[in-house]
């Protein structure tokens, strides 16, 4: 038999919030992260959903006395220090850093590399700080990196590599990106309308995330939630464009449903990925309906935090954990009027709810798709 | 580590393709586009995305293309790593942004600044709707690659596993790719 593994701890660090109950609490009263802001010199702005640097400092300020960090350092740093100081570290542990582009601004008219650049030059910083004595483990797999690294956490754990594991995912706001996915023409002309008729595109957004991972409980937790499945499987159909058919997102929830040994009607709710884009949206529509999950609640966070690549994963695990923890289940956000061609279950306003199985997905860029399933203890 | 097999395993550096112990090619130039595009001609690829594939792409396609040949892959995970992620075309990418006067930035660009890519190209070659996964890394750990691919053998969400280390910035490249089962 397979050891179990569970979520006994979290974090996370947003616009919303640099702790779990501030952001909970934002999102109970309905605020969203996502503004205007000018983000590249000589272009309008754009809605993005970001950290107030100024913020930002001050609370970093009153933890860290060392300056040398840059900004998606600090968040990585004041996301992860409360668990680090809950749990120990031993030569057992296992440090996870789930992000897609790292420190990236720096990049901008350097004619060489700077080592910051590099993932895991990043990573061994973090590690270091804190004192974690394994390597640390990059996940870099578009945006489903943060579900990605909760079942690597999971599967090394399992395999008996490692006794318990601590996993961060962030990414920043960065002109790279912004540009980036604005060439694509993916970015929405305002807040964005995950689902919803009117949908133009995403909201790019940055936090930070962390979460504890464990096989060991004791008798301290405040909760825990059974990492009971996982998968995460390619559309083998196109690089930038998710599936017609939503293959691969459906055959991950499959996967990760058959691990976790439940029924489709045992799903008592779903974190979905939503980017608000018309074709990633009904890609998921198609995929949950192939799998008779359209009548499970389902919400998007990203019209409260934007999409936050390598960190929407983590954070939106997180998020609905607390969710779960709280009994409620919060609304997706900015959602009016059914705008996929299949129906889904969206929630509308913040109702009571028992939830027991949580189901977590994504999708990325490479096709990639990634779920997990949880089972609050 | 119990029972696992490493069936066949593909090497590229330095302008030359190793399939298990054999030269399949070899060709002396110092720039990594000339060494793909002549692999590509010389083995009869015939595969016209592989000309819109940024560097990185390119060299794990190589790689896995020696292993994977026409066989039935619909069972087999990959599992990628590397250690400058996709740096090579980020480095490009930003070039494209850096000054207000010239700022282009093209989308064909920007989807290859991810690592994970390169796994999307593979799985697209040979219809892989299969368990993936890219690592990034600061060196080759072969114990790493091979842990988390047992794992994913035997929780049976996979038959056999292509793992590799696809390292590339600019001209300094490698690939170490191999078929794994249990």
Known sequence: ?377 | MKMMKKTDICTIENSKIVLNNNIIFEIPTENFSDFAKEVYKSLALNYPKFHKMDNLSKLAFLASEMILKDEDHSRTALVFANRSSSLDTDFKYQESINSQENYFPSPAVFVYTLPNICVGEISIKHKMQTENAFFVLDEFDEQFLNDYSVQILQSGKADKVLCGWVELYQESYNAFVYLLTL
Not at chain 1, 261 to 278: C, L, M, P
Not at chain 1, 321 to 342: C, D, H, R, V
Request: net charge negative; with cysteine; aromatic share 8%.
């Open chain 1, 1 to 377: 038999m397979r050891k179990e593994v569970y979520i006994t701890d979290y974090n996370c660090v947003t616009p919303l919030g640099f702790d779990v109950s501030s952001n909970w609490n934002a999102l109970l009263e309905g605020k969203s992260g996502v503004a205007l802001h000018k983000i590249i010199e000589n272009q309008e702005p754009f809605y993005a959903s970001m950290i107030d640097s100024e913020k930002l400092n001050e609370e970093f300020n009153k933890d860290f006395d060392n300056q040398n960090f840059t900004r998606l350092e600090k968040m990585f740093l004041l996301s992860l220090k409360p668990l680090v100081e809950k749990h120990q570290i031993s030569d057992e542990t296992a440090f996870i850093l789930s992000t897609t582009k790292g420190n990236i601004s720096l990049l901008k008219n350097q004619k060489t590399l700077p080592e910051s650049v590099f993932l895991s030059s990043l990573a061994q910083k973090i590690a270091d700080i804190f004192g974690f004595k394994t390597k640390p483990i990059v996940v870099s797999n578009a945006c489903v990196s943060g579900v990605i690294a909760i079942a690597v956490a999971k599967n090394m754990i399992q395999a008996g590599k490692y006794k318990d594991a601590f996993v961060i995912a962030g990414d920043e706001i960065s002109e790279f990106v912004i540009s980036g996915f604005n060439s694509f023409q993916a970015i929405g002309k305002e807040i964005c309308k995950p689902y919803d008729k009117n949908r133009d595109g995403i909201n790019i957004g940055e936090a930070t995330a962390a979460v504890y991972i464990t096989s060991e409980r004791n008798q301290n937790e405040k909760f825990s939630f059974k990492v009971l499945g996982d998968s995460a499987i390619n559309d083998a159909n196109h690089i930038s464009g998710p599936s017609r058919t939503g293959d691969g997102l459906f055959a991950s929830i499959k996967n990760a449903m058959t691990e976790a040994n439940i029924q489709t009607e045992k799903i008592d709710f779903i974190s979905a990925h939503g980017t608000a884009t018309i074709y990633n949206d009904e890609m998921e529509a198609i995929a949950f309906n192939r799998m008779q999950l359209q009548n499970a609640p389902l919400n998007s966070m990203k019209g409260y935090y934007g999409h936050c690549l390598g960190a929407s994963g983590l954070l939106e695990s997180i998020i609905s954990m607390e969710s779960a923890l709280n009994n409620t289940l919060i609304p997706s956000k900015n959602f009016e009027e059914t705008g996929t061609s299949q129906p889904l279950n969206i929630i509308k306003e913040n109702q009571p709810a028992e939830i027991k199985y949580i189901l977590k997905t994504a999708s990325g860029f490479g096709g990639c798709n990634a779920a997990i399933v949880l089972e609050k203890c």
